[in-house]
């Protein structure tokens, strides 16, 4: 396996999971995890200590109709009961799982979502923003949250994603408000100028995102001379 390289600057590291958030190789895992700026997991209290293998998350169902029809494995169902106590399986006549969840965590279409940036976030000078829309649509671009992304990459969405074109921004927050030259061979890159590239980048194969930003390339910034 090659080494895998990330800033101390770009992850959350030595956080701690009981069993009921991931799995590693279908079985829960409880221990030690440290979370990347891409929003990926890995085992480890960061990318030097332990074997840092890629964790993935416990899927979280819907209701009885999408369990119904959702094959689930023994490990799978064992992280399920784990990761809630007030949840209640019950083996009805058809032999088919039924959980009761206090929440749903996904809706029958993309859920609108407004990021929180933290202090970490501005130590790391920036944060990843993701989106989703129609795929027979220029515009109606939402806004969502990083776990629903992953679910749509993963299709453990409640709705069909073939419908739904994905895209995510890393998104500058730090740093100087506007490009700055501070000698001949030192340009500073600036907040607005910088995320007005990347966007005008994604505009390319995701048409909408360019309108749906609309000039606010300043947002979340705290600008830093």
């Known amino acids: 396996m090659s080494?895998?390289?990330?800033?101390?600057?770009?992850?959350k590291a030595n956080k701690n999971t009981t069993g009921n958030e991931f799995l590693l190789n279908e079985n829960?895992?409880?221990?030690?995890?440290?979370?990347?700026?891409?929003?990926?997991?890995?085992?480890?209290?960061?990318?030097?200590?332990?074997?840092n293998e890629r964790l993935s998350r416990i899927p979280i169902y819907q209701g009885n109709e999408y369990l119904n029809n959702t094959p689930l494995t023994p490990k799978v169902r064992a992280a399920?009961?784990?990761?809630?106590?007030?949840?209640?399986?019950?083996?009805?006549?058809?032999?088919a799982l039924s959980v009761a969840l206090p929440t749903p965590k996904f809706k029958g279409e993309p859920t609108s979502?407004?990021?929180t940036v933290i202090e970490d976030d501005y130590y790391a000078g920036s944060i990843m923003r993701y989106f989703c829309k129609r795929t027979n649509s220029a515009g109606y671009v939402?806004?969502?949250?990083?776990?629903?992304?992953?679910?749509?990459?993963?299709g453990t969405v409640p709705y069909d994603v073939?419908?739904?074109?994905t895209t995510k921004i890393m998104w500058k927050i730090t740093g100087p408000l506007n490009?700055?030259?501070?000698?001949?061979?030192?340009?500073?890159?600036?907040?607005?100028?910088?995320n007005k590239r990347l966007v005008e980048i994604a505009e390319k194969t995701f048409l909408?995102?360019?309108?749906?930003?609309?000039?606010?390339y300043d947002k979340f910034a705290r600008p830093t001379e």
């Open 3 to 11: 080494l895998r390289y990330y800033p101390l600057s770009k992850i």
């Open 28 to 51: 829960p895992y409880k221990g030690k995890y440290y979370e990347t700026f891409d929003g990926k997991f890995f085992t480890g209290a960061n990318p030097i200590v332990g074997k």
């Open 80 to 95: 399920l009961a784990q990761s809630n106590n007030n949840q209640t399986f019950n083996n009805q006549s058809t032999g």
């Open 113 to 115: 979502y407004f990021p």
């Open 142 to 154: 939402t806004e969502i949250s990083p776990d629903e992304y992953f679910a749509i990459q993963d």
């Open 162 to 165: 073939s419908n739904y074109l």
């Open 179 to 194: 490009q700055k030259r501070i000698s001949q061979y030192d340009i500073r890159a600036g907040i607005i100028d910088t």
């Open 208 to 216: 909408g995102i360019v309108a749906y930003i609309g000039d606010k």
